[in-house]
């Protein structure tokens, strides 16, 4: 089974064609995107893929953020960000806001899509203004981001980015089902709604039809 899935996926992608190998799990399909704040291809992202399609599949979407993306962490503990200092801090806002949010995707994914849109408050102005548009307490958002060693969060992200960079090598990366696949992940990359209407589509039990390349 597994096998012939590949080669169906390589056909398609061979003749240029365009097919989902996304299949839903239940009537679902998990998204886990890793982000990272100053990144031009994830804010692009947010903004012209992921939420148009969560705002037209929300109700079929389970979505997990990892703001995290090519961060190292040394032995001493320390953190590098891609973009540096600010790239750390305002990921580690984002890692505190999310699990302040957890169990409200749509908050969460309001809340990203304020902090990765102009004027980028958390990045560019050390800023708790999408922190405060959330809802989320600044007292224990400001205590949560000055104390890394209090949770996991970093642990949980750090885990949680290994292999789909291991995989993608990109920033955003784009995963369906925890199943990380370079090509599936460019495809999303390029055109998110199709990749999800023709998985959703796929499942006689999501209703959906319809759907454009
Ligand atoms: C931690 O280790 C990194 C890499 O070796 C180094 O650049 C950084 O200065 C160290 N930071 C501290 C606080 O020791
Ligand atoms: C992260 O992964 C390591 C290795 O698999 C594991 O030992 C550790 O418990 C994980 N940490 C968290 C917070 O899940």
Redesign the pocket.
């Known amino acids: 089974m597994a096998n012939q899935h590949y080669l169906i996926c390589i056909c398609f992608v061979l003749a240029f064609s365009y097919a989902s190998c996304v299949q839903t799990v239940n009537g679902r399909i998990k998204i886990t995107v890793g982000t990272t704040s100053a990144c031009f291809d994830t804010i692009n992202f947010f903004r012209d893929q992921l939420v148009p399609t969560y705002n037209l599949y929300g109700d079929f979407l389970d979505l997990e953020i990892v703001p995290w993306g090519r961060t190292v962490r040394h032995d001493n503990g320390t953190l590098t960000c891609q973009f540096g200092e600010n790239d750390c801090w305002a990921n580690r806002l984002h890692r505190c806001a999310l699990n302040f949010l957890r169990g409200n995707q749509k908050a969460q994914l309001d809340y990203m899509a304020c902090e990765l849109a102009p004027p980028y408050p958390a990045y560019r102005h050390a800023s708790f203004a999408c922190v405060q548009a959330a809802g989320i307490s600044i007292i224990q958002a400001d205590f949560c981001v000055n104390n890394p060693g209090s949770d996991?969060l970093d642990?949980?992200a750090?885990?949680a980015s290994?292999e789909p960079m291991a995989v993608i090598n990109f920033v955003p990366s784009i995963v369906f089902n925890d199943n990380p696949e370079w090509n599936i992940h460019l495809q999303a990359f390029r055109r998110l709604s199709s990749v999800v209407c023709f998985a959703l589509a796929d499942d006689p039990t999501t209703g959906v039809t319809g759907c454009q390349i």
């Open positions: 996991t642990e949980d750090r885990n290994i």
